[in-house]
């Protein structure tokens, strides 16, 4: 081991997943994370059930991430955690642990954004993933949020379009329960959309000023339209579900490419990212590689693996502040309403 080489251990804990990663460096060498399947039966994340899971995963967790990475704990060089947004019962697990391993090891500790790792999980060394230049416009999506981010530097970002209402990962889900899919349904959705007809059934783009979202809309709309049509074939869902799949995702895709075409050509940026669990969708990823082809973009587009909420993009995050010795003390506090 190289004096000169940085052991981050990552903890991440804003929703319902407990994620724990090492890094050595801006190289990987473990990213466990435990999901919670007890929140499938109520069709959406139950808070205080989703803390106390995190305070059964987090020691097995971290222990497996250790394993994983072959090296001992006082090894490390910093803790970095989640400190926000989130839940605030499942960020107190994840904080007050950090806090504690930190003090106890006695090494630096490193608050982390959420947000703002979801967009520097591009940072991260792999092979499977290549590293945006300054500056890029970035676009995070998932079931909490939807946001259009000019990223300047590493921590220079500026919010310039975000959602009024429902994030798209929301519409999503909302859109899968009234389908009669169960939780989450996105990946559901996106998997049936693949073998519709898009054009199918028409819904409608919501009218937003500048570079803001609206969803709720395109839920309301959604739900409409099965009413009516349910109660005229009540096997209508069944019988078309493939097609209002890749009718609902058609329409999704266009309204995030709608308003990406609109902040590439506002801001004169042509580099686009994109982050958060939503840019697992297949139709999202193809949409951002043909805008290299009809509109001149260079698209980065995340490895699975560090879309969904994880620890490895915390522990990059920790990482570039660990080079910029930008630490926390044992004062901190979660905060499940930080802002970028």
């Not at 994340?45 to 991430?65: C, G, K, T």
């Not at 989130?86 to 106890?104: C, D, N, Q």
Request: proline share 4%.
């Amino acid at each position: 081991m190289s004096t000169k080489d940085v052991y981050i251990l990552a903890i991440e804990s804003s929703c319902d997943d407990t994620s724990a990663a090492v890094l050595q460096n801006g190289k990987v060498l473990s990213n466990v994370v435990a999901n919670q399947k007890i929140h499938e039966a109520y069709g959406g994340v139950v808070p205080e059930l989703a803390s106390r899971a995190h305070q059964q995963n987090i020691v097995p967790v971290v222990h497996q991430a250790l394993a994983i990475a072959n090296i001992d704990k006082k090894q490390l060089t910093a803790i970095a955690f989640t400190r926000g947004p989130g839940l605030m019962g499942s960020l107190l697990v994840g904080t007050s642990f950090a806090k504690s391993l930190a003090l106890g090891l006695n090494i630096p500790l490193i608050e982390v954004n959420h947000m703002q790792a979801h967009i520097l999980a591009h940072f991260i060394e792999d092979e499977a993933q290549s590293i945006p230049k300054f500056p890029f416009l970035a676009m995070t999506i998932s079931g909490g949020h939807t946001q259009i981010v000019v990223v300047k530097d590493h921590f220079d970002m500026e919010v310039i379009g975000e959602t009024i209402d429902d994030a798209v990962g929301e519409a999503y889900d909302k859109s899968g329960k009234i389908l009669g899919l169960s939780y989450p349904a996105g990946p559901q959705i996106d998997k049936l959309a693949n073998q519709g007809n898009p054009k199918a059934f028409p819904f409608p783009k919501p009218k937003v000023q500048g570079l803001n979202f609206s969803f709720s809309g395109l839920k309301t709309a959604i739900l409409y339209f099965i009413q009516k049509q349910t109660k005229e074939n009540p096997d209508f869902i069944q019988e078309n579900l493939k097609d209002i799949c890749a009718s609902i995702q058609y329409t999704i895709v266009n309204i995030i490419l709608d308003k990406l075409k609109k902040a590439s050509k506002q801001t004169g940026i042509k580099t686009i990212a994109i982050g958060g669990g939503v840019s697992a969708n297949s139709a999202i990823r193809k949409a951002l590689k043909d805008g290299e082809f009809k509109f001149g973009w260079t698209a980065h587009i995340p490895k699975f693996e560090y879309t969904t909420d994880n620890a490895a993009m915390i522990g990059i995050v920790g990482y570039l502040k660990y080079l910029k010795k930008d630490f926390t003390d044992e004062a901190v506090t979660a905060n499940s309403r930080i802002k970028i």
